[in-house]
Antibody
């Protein structure tokens, strides 16, 4: 069974770049059947899609974050990563990685446990 | 860009009652690409329904999804204590293609 695990700093200073990694275990990130996504949730609020990537490297981003977001994949490590630049307090959130099937039909069927990132000086 | 509006924001019910949650899209959504998730405090969301009406693996049959076009519904036939949580709808691939959108969520709380 595929499992996802987020990792990265829990505290980032304003104006700096937030960097997180999602490690995929129990399956290959190189499967063309899936895309690999980042979603975030500010404290007490709803879910916001950040973007996703296919193993080939094709990416799709939320337009509201596109200018600050980079998602990349490292198939040799079975990982994908998120970079969010020029962060502010509004970027404080629990960040989740998740797997979606490439057709879009089966939804996001596997999620990481989430990691809280706080933006503060 | 499609906006998903969930209602009500909060649903106060007792165990054993029926819960009906609504997800309305600002434009028509392909029912193939409409999903529902459950989230409990401190946990990641869990996929309940995909393709608007198909239950994900391990989801009890008291959960059902329906709808098409712009109106979708998640029904919990008889609430169990573990069903009190927040529920989100999500669409993929409609206007423009390959973009994900989540609704704002409905909290089902114990009355």
């Amino acid at each position: 069974q595929v499992q996802l695990q987020e990792s990265g700093p829990g505290l980032v200073k304003p104006s700096q770049t937030l960097s997180l990694t999602c490690t995929v275990s129990g399956g290959s990130i190189s499967s063309g059947d899936y895309y690999w996504s980042w979603i975030r949730q500010p404290p007490g609020k709803g879910l916001e899609w950040i973007g996703y990537i296919y193993y080939s490297g094709s990416t799709y981003y939320n337009p509201s974050l596109k200018s600050r977001v980079t998602i990349s994949v490292d198939t040799s490590k079975n990982q994908f990563s998120l970079k969010l630049s020029s962060v502010t307090a509004a970027d404080t959130a629990v960040y989740y990685c998740a797997r979606g099937d490439s057709s879009g039909y089966y939804g996001l069927d596997t999620w990481g446990q989430g990691t809280l990132v706080t933006v503060s000086s | 860009e499609i906006v998903l509006t969930q209602s009500p924001g909060t649903l106060s019910l007792s165990p054993g009652e029926r819960a009906t949650l609504s997800c309305r899209a600002s434009q028509s959504v392909s029912s193939s690409y409409l999903a529902w998730y459950q989230q409990k405090p401190g946990q990641a969301p869990r996929l309940l329904i995909y393709g608007a009406s198909s239950r994900a693996t391990g989801i009890p049959d008291r959960f059902s999804g329906s709808g098409s076009g712009t109106d979708f519904t998640l029904t919990i036939s008889r609430l169990e204590p573990e069903d009190f949580a927040v529920y989100y709808c999500q669409q993929y691939g409609s206007s423009p293609p390959e973009r994900l959108t989540f609704g704002g969520g409905t909290k089902v709380e114990i009355k």
